[in-house]
T-cell receptor, first 114, second 112 residues
Framework: DVKVTQSSRYLVKRTGEKVFLECVQDMDHENMFWYRQDPGLGLRLIYFSYDVKMKEKGDIPEGYSVSREKKERFSLILESASTNQTSMYLC?????????????FGPGTRLTVL | GDSVTQMEGPVTLSEEAFLTINCTYTATGYPSLFWYVQYPGEGLQLLLKATKADDKGSNKGFEATYRKETTSFHLEKGSVQVSDSAVYFCALLPNPNEKLTFGTGTRLTIIP
């Protein structure tokens, strides 16, 4: 079974702190994604990566950055956390290639910024 | 751009009731369509999918048919159970390796 894990299920941080959210997948997938989930807004794409050291902005990248130094790991960074970044963050991965269309999701990290 | 419009919730039904959650989409070309489910405290799981017009996806008693003429992918189940209580997301994928576009989600609660 594909497994996508996220470093924390719940996280509480203070305004202005630097926050790292880690995501690891164990199936050698090329493509990885970070979404945030908010009530009434569904899932919105923050950043995605097609390969190591590659990154692309999604729909709402402002206030976030990412790092992909190894294929299995995709990190989301909040350089200076703000209260409007309180949300559920979901990581997903999928193999490259035309035959694949199912994204596999991690359990999510619920981040609260005070 | 691509978009998904999903029936707003929350939806509350009694056990064994018939369920329909509406989903319509806007996209160029021929996207793949998905229903994802999120049980309390968990991430998203793929419930079912359809990759071309008239395909029917099915899983765990749920069904959805890809209707190109009405640009719809409505989720149905004939007899819901308490364990079906969850948030359901409709999504589309324009092409493999592109990003998913999600609807806003529908929270379903089934009462015994």
């Amino acid at each position: 079974d594909v497994k996508v894990t996220q470093s924390s299920r719940y996280l509480v941080k203070r305004t202005g702190e630097k926050v790292f959210l880690e995501c690891v997948q164990d199936m050698d997938h090329e493509n990885m994604f970070w979404y945030r989930q908010d009530p009434g807004l569904g899932l919105r794409l923050i950043y995605f990566s097609y390969d190591v050291k590659m990154k692309e902005k999604g729909d709402i990248p402002e206030g976030y950055s990412v790092s992909r130094e190894k294929k299995e790991r995709f990190s989301l960074i909040l350089e200076s956390a703000s209260t409007n970044q309180t949300s559920m963050y979901l990581c997903a991965s999928i193999p490259a290639g035309p035959s694949y269309n199912e994204q596999f999701f991690g359990p999510g990290t619920r981040l609260t910024v005070l | 751009g691509d978009s998904v419009t999903q029936m707003e919730g929350p939806v509350t039904l009694s056990e064994e009731a018939f369920l329909t959650i509406n989903c319509t989409y806007t996209a160029t070309g021929y996207p793949s369509l998905f229903w994802y489910v999120q049980y309390p405290g968990e991430g998203l799981q793929l419930l079912l999918k359809a990759t071309k017009a008239d395909d029917k996806g099915s899983n765990k008693g749920f069904e959805a048919t890809y209707r190109k003429e009405t640009t719809s992918f409505h989720l149905e189940k004939g007899s819901v159970q308490v364990s079906d209580s969850a948030v359901y997301f409709c999504a589309l994928l324009p092409n493999p390796n592109e990003k998913l576009t999600f609807g806003t989600g529908t929270r379903l609660t089934i009462i015994p």
